[in-house]
């Protein structure tokens, strides 16, 4: 499994109408069909630079379904967010390749 993090920080004056767009774009993202899920989270450390801050995290099956994404679909979807809030956000992208997962041993009494 793979993570594509997306950590965008938005200026206040458009958080609003920023949390409203990206409600409808995380579902154009999983609509490409190159992921499984996504978690949209909001990052509690407050930057020296203002402003709010959210970490999109979406799930890919296979290495192969991110470089698709990236192929056929990242570049539109991009610049949707670019050409409508590009001088009041700032992004910057990750990858994580997801090594183990871990739970919760449960017992019985």
Excluded: C
Aim: aromatic residues 12%.
């Amino acid at each position: 499994m793979y993570i594509y993090n997306v950590t965008v920080n938005i200026d206040e004056s458009i958080h609003a109408e920023w949390l409203t767009w990206i409600e409808s774009h995380i579902p154009e993202v999983l609509a490409t069909g190159h992921f499984l899920s996504a978690k949209m989270t909001q990052v509690l450390v407050e930057e020296e630079m203002g402003g709010i801050t959210y970490s999109i995290q979406y799930t890919a099956k296979t290495r192969e379904d991110l470089d698709n994404y990236y192929k056929y679909s990242a570049e539109k979807l991009r610049n949707d967010g670019l050409k409508k809030f590009a001088d009041k956000m700032l992004a910057f992208r990750t990858e994580l390749k997801v090594v183990n997962e871990f739970y919760p041993t449960v017992t019985s009494n």
